[in-house]
């Protein structure tokens, strides 16, 4: 997956994400550093989610 265009679009990105997750860190999303892919690993095992259900729920958010 490609990062966000840019850095303000990951940030609004983040604001979304910790929206729906809400155990996600900062730490854990600065580490993720816009990079879907990361963000799928991320999200995997932490939540115990597969990756149809983590693209799923990206897909809902129009990510």
């Known amino acids: ?3 966000p265009k ?3 679009d ?3 990105l983040k604001e979304k994400i910790k929206s729906k997750w ?3 860190t900062d ?3 600065d580490q993720v550093e816009g990079n ?3 963000l799928n690993t991320l999200l995997e095992e932490k939540y115990g989610m597969t990756k ?3 693209k799923k729920h990206l ?3 129009d990510v």
């Open 22 to 24: 809400h155990d996600l």
């Open 10 to 12: 990951w940030e609004k």
């Open 27 to 29: 730490a854990e999303l």
């Open 6 to 8: 840019t850095e303000n």
């Open 52 to 54: 149809e259900e983590v």
């Open 36 to 38: 879907l892919d990361n």
């Open 1 to 3: 997956m490609t990062h």
């Open 59 to 61: 897909d809902e958010m």
